[in-house]
């Protein structure tokens, strides 16, 4: 009977223990929860802001930032086409521009993505004063740039029309698309290449508008990006005292207003 009895008394020993031992378990990770959710909401809340302070705008001071206007030249007859990746590019027109990044747009899914990864809208003259940024709203989206103002616009549209644009950026390396990707509204930003017509799949045809007067659907400029350096400010500003030095028109300054009303431009 002893021989019986005893893993017997084992087993019922066991299972006398197995609660307390359970229940000790649970009151040692109890603790440990709280503790472990706020570790978690501390490091999101700490990655968001880490990721808003370092791609927050860019402000400056009221004042023309870029008084130069874009250069373009007529590409000669026969100009030696570019294949990139699989589209064929034609180009049109050589092209330079000294820009205030009004927004940035990155693309993934739609069938140009593959071409263009990045759209840029930039302005110069009165459209790189903060002064006249302050009282519109600039987005983009579906392959525009929009802009937006309540009652007037701080400038007639003619003038943020003619001083603004959206690039479609083909970028001729992946350290210019990384370098695109990663602008933060407000740089300052010297991009040069070509206007060019491309042709591939999924998207056709499609040609670079060649003038800054244009809008809606086709006037933005698909630009192979040759060349492309984040600008100082001080310097811009030098150029713009120099400009105004020998004559150069200063933009327009007018009351603030909120931004309400939307109008597509490029």
Known sequence: MFVDAHPLSLKAAAINRAPLQHQNCCWLDRPSHPVKSFCALLALGLAWFGYWYFHRPITYPPGVLIASEPEQVAVAGGAKPIDYHAFHLQPLAHFTIDARVLHRKIYRYDRPAELVPVDLALGWGPMSDQHVLDQLRISQSMRFYWYE????????????????TNIHVIPSTTAIASRCKSLRTGSLVHLSGELVEATGPGIGTWRSSLSRTDTGNGACELMWVEKMSVLNADSTQDRHLASKRR?????PSLDAKEMRRKAAVK
Not at 149 to 164: A, G
Not at 247 to 251: K, R, T, V
């Open 247 to 251: 004559g150069g028109a200063s933009a």
């Open 149 to 164: 103002y309540q009652r007037q616009p701080p400038i007639p549209k003619d003038q943020i029309i003619s001083h603004s």
